[in-house]
């Protein structure tokens, strides 16, 4: 299982951030994520692998400056 | 050392006011050419229209200046102001100062919203705001002591010139045992010897028993100051809780606070962890959506960027808090303790390094090339400590690097330095230079714009391609992101007042990553919301990072999350339980639109302030060479044939590059008649008569500076 934003979602072999957020209501609008502790960031989302029991937080990212 | 020479040129005993609602309802004027302390009551009008902090600044500071002023006249003012809700101990980021002055960089108003203790210190000793004129030979030290009602102008010849040192030292000098009691401003000897010094202001970490430093760093303003003859000014204050600013609803006041603290508390740990990062959290992400600017800003992503970034520094950060002002929750001024510089003066001591930040990471690491977490610590520390804006140092070194890579310059005229991107020790040196007033340093410190001329005048360099690539607006050094792919960041930056710093809007994420605002139409709303609701919190003397740095958690699903509407509001409570004044969230917008018109209009009459002065170098609006070109080549061929239906078929790289141009330099131009338009001014870029009427600043002198503009009813 993966923890996603505190709730738990089902993980499968060769699992990408990218199908993880599926389960994510509007996932357009996710840009970064962290995957057990380390940003990830869209562009990388196809080619980032969710290990099992991976914990996964979504990080509003709209600020800066 | 041990004994200091004091000698007390003017003591001036006063009363000090009850503060009523967030203010004194007083101002200090200090003229340090005759020496004159001059207290000053705030007319109700300024108060109503101007609100206080940056607002206050600017209201002084049109009374100093004529529109034939320069930076260096003794009748330009340094202006220092907190605002009504700064000193609120217990509601997050309140402990701001905003500093304004005539530019050395741009002829124009600059100001600096800067943390640390002086500005609150300087409102419960008694005064909304602080104005300082005229000039002195030098090593001249003012005190504002509120606990014992007393201003002196004091000439202390033998204090050191570091900034470090010097706050050390009169912090254990006036606090009297109490360290905490004491905030000190400075500069340091590259504030005197180029045009973009910054000031420190300091605040006492009880924890760690030391002196610890923030950095008014844009524009120049600790040139003014050192130029002045300033050494330092030292604000004594002794307590502080949440009735010290007397709110109108104390109740209300407690209520607001703790709400958002609370959810400060509770989410910053999930989201993007400031108590523990700070911004370096932004360094990756800026380099994964290519945002990340590296050599002068050509790049926005470089394999080295995830070495200088969050997961570095925390490790590196000294843990403990790390709040600017008393009882912020948000708390994100790291440090690292028992740095041990390679270069310099300190080479081989251990010294606390107060930073870095996003901005200096970016600007004297990734952009200069360096990926070297030591390197980056070490301009950090010599620039803060000799008084040197890290942001135009770092845009500037830059700059000079690719002039040199581009043969537009050479060893000839660099004494010899080896300014090619990475070369880390040569831009130490550099900024050493910087500092002593030598060499090469003494021609980078004057600041990109006036390097163009320079290169283009004495070393015969390509003026057009000095201009396309040198990363200023207005005379001010860009601050350090990547707009080629976002045409509302390039407005966020070339259409900002003072010149291209992102305090008053950060659209790229809004605009390139989310596509929030396709039309023209859409991006003049973020260009007007966005930059007015940010310039509020510098009329109040607060701090933008906790409104939309930690967000709710419902955040995502409210009509507009951009504007995260909860804080608003709570903003608006905050302001109507401190001064009684019942505050909307659109009342905050007319407030700071009030203020930000007034301060157009004063480019205005300082020579600046029209559609031209809003012109941005090519640099940021796309690729100005071949190789940018082809580093993103699939990127601006799709861009070519799909946006703006070009057959690019047997086109050279060159002729694409052209092509690209007039497309994205056309576009900025049709963003500035939206964003123009929006704003109530003309299409020069002028407020209107209605403008400044429907906003009540139509006073005879603003009337005046529209009409010799060309403007009127």
């Not at chain 1, 960031?41 to 509003?60: K, M, Q, Y």
Request: hydrophobic share 40%; aromatic share 10%; proline share 5%.
């Amino acid at each position: 299982m993966i923890t996603l934003d505190g709730k738990q979602v089902p993980w499968r072999p060769d699992m990408s951030v990218a199908q993880l957020l599926a389960y994510v209501e509007k996932p357009e609008q996710v840009a970064v994520i962290r995957l057990n502790g380390k940003l990830v960031s869209r562009p990388v989302f196809e080619a980032t692998a969710v290990p099992d029991n991976a914990e996964v937080v979504l990080i509003p990212m709209i600020a800066g400056g | 050392m041990t004994q200091l020479e004091i000698n007390s040129v003017r003591k001036v005993a006063y009363e000090r006011p009850a503060i009523e609602n967030g203010y004194n309802n007083q101002t200090l004027g200090i003229d340090l050419s005759s020496t004159a302390v001059d207290i000053k009551p705030v007319p109700d009008q300024m108060k109503e229209r101007f609100i206080g902090g940056k607002g206050f600044d600017l209201w002084l500071l049109w009374d100093a200046v004529s529109g034939e002023t320069r930076w260096n006249d003794p009748e330009n003012a340094v202006c220092i102001a907190s605002g009504p809700m700064g000193g609120t101990p217990g509601y997050p980021g309140s402990g701001k100062s905003i500093v304004t002055s005539i530019s050395p960089l741009t002829g124009s108003v600059i100001d600096s919203n800067v943390g640390g203790y002086f500005g609150p210190y300087l409102k419960f000793s008694g005064f909304d705001a602080l104005a300082i004129t005229g000039k002195t030979a030098g090593d001249t030290v003012i005190l504002i002591d509120g606990i014992d009602e007393k201003i002196e102008i004091l000439e202390m010849p033998d204090l050191p010139n570091d900034s470090y040192e010097l706050s050390a030292v009169l912090t254990g000098h006036f606090g009297q045992g109490k360290s905490s009691h004491i905030s000190v401003v400075s500069s340091g000897p590259g504030a005197k010897n180029t045009l973009f010094g910054c000031l420190n202001f300091t605040w006492y970490d009880g924890q760690r028993k030391m002196t610890r430093y923030k950095q008014a760093g844009r524009g120049g303003i600790g040139t003014v100051f050192a130029d002045k003859g300033i050494k330092a000014i030292v604000a004594r204050w002794d307590s502080v809780s949440l009735k010290s600013n007397q709110p109108d609803d104390l109740d209300g006041l407690r209520t607001v606070s703790k709400l958002y603290s609370k959810e400060i508390v509770t989410l910053d740990p999930k989201q993007n962890k400031m108590a523990s990062l700070g911004t370096t959290h932004l360094v990756p992400i800026m380099n994964d959506f290519d945002l990340l600017p590296t050599h002068n800003f050509k790049f926005g992503q470089h394999a080295g960027g995830n070495l200088i970034g969050s997961e570095v520094f925390q490790h590196i950060f000294d843990k403990g808090f790390d709040g600017c002002w008393r009882g912020c929750t948000v708390a994100c001024s790291h440090g690292v303790r028992d740095f041990v510089p390679f270069t310099g003066p300190y080479k081989g001591k251990k010294v606390f390094v107060d930073g870095p930040e996003y901005e200096t990471i970016a600007g004297c690491g990734s952009n200069l090339g360096i990926f070297d977490p030591s390197t980056i610590l070490e301009i950090n520390f010599y620039c803060d400590n000799y008084g040197l804006d890290t942001i135009s140092v770092g845009t500037s070194v830059a700059f000079v690097m690719e002039c040199f890579e581009m043969s537009q310059i050479s060893v000839e005229h660099t004494g010899g330095l080896q300014l090619y991107f990475g070369n880390r020790l040569d831009a130490l040196e550099l900024i050493h230079q910087m500092a002593r007033g030598e060499g090469f340093g003494t021609v980078v410190g004057q600041g990109i714009r006036r390097m163009k001329a320079l290169f283009a005048r004495e070393y015969g360099a390509d003026a057009a391609i000095l201009q396309d690539i040198g990363m200023e607006s207005k005379g001010l050094e860009f601050s350090e992101y990547m707009t080629k792919e976002s045409l509302a960041q390039q407005g966020g930056y070339g259409m900002a007042l003072k010149g291209p710093q992102h305090d008053e809007a950060w659209l790229i994420f809004l605009d390139m990553v989310h596509n929030f605002m396709p039309t023209f139409d859409q991006k003049a709303e973020a260009l007007h919301w966005f930059p007015m609701f940010r310039t509020w919190f510098s009329l109040c003397g607060l701090c933008k990072l906790p409104w939309n740095d930690i967000v709710p958690e419902d955040n995502k699903d409210t009509l507009e999350p951009a504007k995260v509407m909860k804080h608003v509001n709570w903003y608006a409570d905050y302001f109507t339980a401190v001064t009684g004044r019942k505050s909307s969230p659109d009342d905050l917008i007319s407030m700071s639109e009030a203020v930000y018109n007034f301060q157009r209009v004063f480019n205005l009459k300082m020579g600046y302030g029209r559609r031209e002065h809003d012109a941005i170098p090519y640099r940021a609006m796309g690729p100005v060479t071949v190789e940018e070109y082809e580093s993103r080549t699939e990127r601006y061929d799709k861009q070519l044939i799909e946006k703006h239906e070009l057959d690019i078929a047997g086109l050279s790289v060159e002729e694409k590059v052209a092509a690209l141009r007039k497309f994205r330099e056309e576009q900025y131009a049709e963003l500035q008649d939206a964003v123009y338009q929006r704003r109530g001014w003309t299409q020069d870029g002028i407020p209107t008569v209605a403008t400044v009427k429907r906003l009540g600043i139509d006073f005879p002198e603003v009337l005046a500076v529209l009409e010799e503009n060309g403007v009127s009813a």
